[in-house]
């Protein structure tokens, strides 16, 4: 029979190739699902994967799309490699939303060049405050981050409808929920002129760079690593855990905030009752196919925004539901998490021992 058998150390190969595996798995299964749905499976998985790069500014999709998914994904393989389950970030992605967006509304005539640098922070801060909650609870009360996060991103969602129908609410938007407009100055530069592609799509890989040097490179990313595989060695060592885990929160929650700030700015352009589509759960997927590297989050948060814009398509051309996106993610996921295995163990052979009598 089948059975597992420890490795004694993790697999360079299988480290690099489960995530290979869970997505070619990924397909098949899902293209199973779409043949019991009634739906070509080949046709089905191509429009979901490639067609949505061979269409008309394809590529300018897609990067605006992952600009999002690569910035949270990169704090939180940060926070994860710490062993700091932030699951939190779609709340902490629309606080920075709100507070970088309020700053644009509050002084819509301001100059650009005051007032856009202004509202990154406000976006930071505002997801920084959110982690820092967390972070707060987890160092002064010993309350699991998974929950808090994940309660926190409620309460922002609910502050945002009640912002956006209310005192922020557009007086001239025929009563939609919805803030007005911000100005010029308060929208994302363009690094293309006349299309969608905006700071953001510059500052995702900066910032994965960034992290990547300060993981692999600088004391504190030692810290970081040996926190999250030896807590007991690391405590033995002399790190100080709570100001590893407010560090790890601070900079996964600011860079979710930077991206709300920068969804809303550079392809929104107001605040509506609806900023993300999941991005922040989406996030940890992208986190987890990265391998906890920040710069395997790139390309991991490339294929993760390519699904939502496939499942546009398959939408549109095959009339499938809008749960298909998030079908295929929760898919990826529980593969990716079963491939890992293969990471510390082996598959062996045995045969059944005689039957003691």
Sequence with gaps: MLKFEPRGAES???????????????????????????????????????APLLQQDGLEALVVKAAPLILMGVGLSLAYRANVWNIGTDGQFTLGAICGGGVGLAFPDAPAWALYPLMLLAGAAGGMASGGVV???????????????????????????????????DPMGF????????????????LIAETNVHLGIALAPLAALALWVML??????????????????????????????????LISGGLAGLAGLLEVTGTLGQLTTTLSPGYGFTAIIVAFLGRLSPLG?????LLLALTYLGGDAAQINLGLPNAI???????????????????????RWRRRGPVPT
Excluded at 17 to 30: F, M, N, R, Y
Excluded at 297 to 301: E, F, L, S
């Design 216 to 249: 692999e490179k600088t004391l504190l990313g030692f810290q970081f690593r040996v926190l999250g595989q030896a807590a007991r060695a690391a405590r033995f060592a002399g790190f100080r855990e709570t100001r590893l885990i407010w560090v790890a929160m």
């Design 297 to 301: 989050v790139v390309p991991a948060g």
């Design 175 to 190: 009563g939609f929920p919805q803030t007005a407009l911000f100005s010029d100055a308060a929208q994302a530069p363009r």
């Design 325 to 347: 996106t998030g079908i295929f993610q929760g898919i990826l996921l529980f593969y990716l998490l079963g491939c890992d295995i293969l990471l510390n163990n082996r598959l």
């Design 12 to 50: 360079p190969f299988w480290r690099y190739a489960a995530p290979v595996l869970a997505l070619l798995l990924t397909g098949v299964t899902a293209g199973l699902i779409f043949a019991v749905m009634g739906r070509p499976p080949g046709r089905t998985v191509y429009t979901l994967l490639v």
């Design 135 to 169: 972070a707060w609870l987890r160092v002064r009360f010993n309350a699991n981050e998974i929950l808090t996060s994940l309660m926190f991103a409620y309460i922002t969602q609910y502050l945002l409808v009640w912002l956006v129908t209310g005192p922020w609410r």
